[in-house]
């Protein structure tokens, strides 16, 4: 009877109350068994974080695929089982021959008395094996004898667990081996069941030698006592020939028979067939096999360790390098540091040379980024705040020569702050457009003319004298880019004009050597009253007396620096020792004369 709502039926109670509940025993078990596999995650994930990298794994693989072709070749592309199949063939044939003469010596006449047939005279064929008795009495053929073989084939076939078969001239069966008792009686024939189960390995074995291309050889097949003749080298060896052939059973195992004519009087009165035992030449072939694969798998273990020793030798170095890499993605407060492998010569020393090197200068471009934003923002900072203080106090003012003064105060900052915009626009962008810009020889003499020329004029206004001079026999030729190269120059000239009194004179001199350019502004004003490590640094000034405040922004020589380095060059000021005045030099790489075409 059931019951409705949340009830169980009591079929249901009763199916509930027989459920048996999980013992704690097989809890435990269930947690041993998670347990376990929790364990062997975490192994199998060290193992392969550690040890099985990708760089190991194809180190591994790659030499273990090395020994591999090595193994194939010795297992498969050999002689040794083909010679191994000659010898055994050779053997069987002198061991035949040996049987067949004993065979031939045992056999007797079943008569005494010796009478001519002449019917049998008469129907001899041409071509039949003769004997010298055969146109007497058939008795006389020496037939071979059962009792009197049997004896003697066991002495002569045991040792060597050959099986031996021997057929008369019609083909028929006369004694076989397989079927011989311990004392040499002939018994009933006694098939002994193949047992047809090894070792899966072993088995596996078997057909892939059977599978893998070889020797093709014949199907062995069994036939009956009367069909002798149906064995190749038995109708072969009644003829007078020996002859031997190798064939595979139903299982792939090699047969090898040979045939051997049993001969008395020169006259062939039977045939002895012996083949080897179903699988003999494959053991001895597949123990020969694994040997070598033995030695194969010694091989394989030497190869597995000193790969994993030289993987760890690579790829340990490699991954350290990586997680250095990614902890400087990562680190915005810390410098990380890449680990030095620098005291290696090969790949790896290189590497981490590179990415040190890299790093540092990453790191000080970023701590030049920040600086320079910095000395922005403070020079930007100096003129907004005289704007802002003009600006505010504008409104107030009711005196028209305060607003004029104010007004041109409000002026001279903002084309102060117009230059200064545009000098930092034009550093920030410096180094992106040489690297963007391709190199092209430049003839420094000429562009010194031409920047020359240009102040020569300007500076004549001011009674000052712009003079250049040349020393050097090669032509000062070096790889850059022009327009920047005249930006320095310019700059250069232009400072020497302004610092100039009236009536002095600015020398620019070029001086070249077999490998560098040398280009020397000079002038003969007060020099370098300031800090001269200073002299390049962005935003600073040093300017003659009577310029305005705020006319230059302090980043020419800088930016003339910049572009320098940028061409392998370097740059250096100095006051002159023989009288007043500064010293700008200016090294250049001289480039290489072109190859004339042949």
Request: positive net charge; charged residues 25%; contains cysteine.
């Amino acid at each position: 009877m059931a019951i409705t709502g949340n009830e169980l039926t009591v079929d249901e109670k009763a199916s509930s109350r027989a459920r048996p509940r999980p013992s704690w025993l097989a809890r435990l078990g269930t947690g041993a068994l998670g347990a376990l596999r929790l364990v062997w995650r975490g192994v199998r994930r060290g193992l392969e974080v550690a040890v099985f990298s990708s760089l190991a794994k194809r180190i591994i693989v790659l030499n273990l695929a090395g020994l591999a072709v090595l193994v194939f070749g010795v297992l498969f592309l050999n002689q040794w089982r083909t010679g191994l199949i000659d010898a055994r063939v050779q053997s069987l044939r002198v061991q035949g021959e040996i049987i067949a003469a004993a065979i031939a010596a045992s056999a007797t006449a079943s008569s005494d008395v010796i009478t001519i047939n002449p019917d049998r005279l008469l129907g001899l064929q041409s071509g039949e094996p003769l004997s010298s008795l055969s146109f007497f009495d058939p008795n006389l053929e020496f037939p071979i004898n059962p009792e009197r073989v049997a004896p003697l084939l066991r002495n002569l076939v045991t040792p060597t667990r050959t099986r031996a078969r021997i057929y008369d001239k019609d083909g028929l069966l006369i004694l076989d081996s397989a079927n011989i008792y311990a004392r040499g009686e002939v018994l009933r024939r006694i098939t002994r069941p193949q047992d047809n189960s090894g070792f899966f390995l072993f088995d596996w074995w078997k057909t892939l030698m059977a599978w893998l291309p070889g020797e093709d050889f014949p199907q062995y097949q069994e036939y009956g006592a009367d069909e002798g003749k149906k064995y190749p080298e038995v109708a072969a060896a009644l003829g007078g020939a020996p002859t031997a052939i190798v064939r595979v059973n139903s299982q792939h195992q090699l047969v090898v028979s040979v045939a051997v004519p049993v001969q008395r009087v020169r006259a062939t009165i039977g045939v002895l067939l012996l083949s080897t035992q179903p699988g003999e030449i494959d053991q001895i072939d597949t123990a020969e096999r694994w040997g070598v694969l033995r030695i194969a798998l010694v091989a394989a273990s030497v190869t597995i360790i000193l790969s994993l020793l030289l993987a760890s030798t690579i790829a340990g170095p490699l991954r350290r390098l990586s997680a250095a890499a990614e902890e400087v993605q990562s680190s915005m407060n810390s410098r990380a540091e890449i680990p030095d492998f620098s005291d290696r010569s090969d790949e790896v020393g290189h590497l981490s040379k590179a990415l040190r090197a890299m790093t540092s200068a990453l790191y000080n471009r970023i701590e030049a980024i920040e600086r320079f934003a910095a000395d922005v923002a403070h020079e930007l900072k100096n003129p907004l705040t005289s704007l802002r203080s003009a600006v505010e106090t504008l409104p107030r003012t009711t005196r028209a020569e305060d607003r004029e003064r104010l007004n041109a105060i409000i002026q001279h900052d903002v084309r102060r702050l117009d230059r200064l915009i545009s000098d930092i626009s034009n550093a920030s962008r410096l180094d992106a457009e040489l690297a963007r810009q391709h190199a092209e020889r430049i003839d420094v003499e000429k562009l010194c003319e031409t920047m020359v020329s240009i102040h020569r004029d300007l500076a004549a206004a001011r009674n000052v004298s712009v003079v250049l001079e040349r020393r050097g026999r090669p032509a000062p030729i070096t790889m850059g880019h022009d327009s920047r190269l005249a930006q320095v120059f310019n700059n250069l000239i232009d400072n020497a004009v302004s610092f100039s009194p009236e009536g002095g004179t600015v020398r620019v001199a070029i001086v070249t050597s077999e490998d560098k350019i040398t280009v020397t502004v000079s002038d003969e004003g007060p020099g370098i009253r300031g800090d001269i490590t200073r002299i390049f640094q962005r935003f600073y000034t040093d300017r003659p007396d009577g310029e305005h405040f705020g006319d230059h922004s302090g980043l020419g020589l800088s930016i003339s620096r910049q572009i320098v380095e940028a061409h392998k060059g370097t740059i250096a000021a100095e006051n002159r020792t023989d009288r007043s005045g500064a010293v700008f030099k200016v090294t250049l790489r001289r480039a290489a004369e072109p190859r004339a075409r042949k």
